[in-house]
């Protein structure tokens, strides 16, 4: 059996990427960062809102200013992390790699770039991921390759995950 994906690591497709990969691999690090970020929000907030002499209440300042910034700011990566780790990833990949046609068969899968071909194997998959439109395959902490189920051809959705579990024996996990 083949099945033939033909990639484009758009916006979307690196947003799904970088969600996976936090979903999976740097689940644990990344509870803890977004526990870490939401403290200091709160503790932002509460010192913007605190005043020494007069207890809470709000009174605009520079200070407070400054601090209803940073608090935005810190707000807006804890939402949007994936979406910025996504951009920040399609600003890194090199030229002639932002379309890839990849086979997959028994032996391993071929991915195919204007650069060149390169070979994989199964066995290099640490974990295995999925959403509605992508298939996400995690390699390490900091790299992984994302298969767009409206672009594939060989055979059905369905049909892929089972011939990837076959060959990983490993189970996608729904982001």
Known sequence: MEFVF???????????MARGLRKTVRAKHSRRSHIFGWIVTVLALLLVFWSGENGFGF???LRSVFMLIIVAVLVAVLLWEDAINGYVARKRVLPGTQKANVTFREDGFTSETEVGSTAFRYDKIAALAENDHYFIFIYSASHAQIYDKRRMSGGTPDEFRAFIKRMTEKQFIKI
Request: net charge negative; glycine share 0%; no cysteine.
């Open 59 to 61: 009174q605009l300042s």
């Open 6 to 16: 033909e990639n484009q690591y758009d916006q979307e497709a690196m947003t799904a």
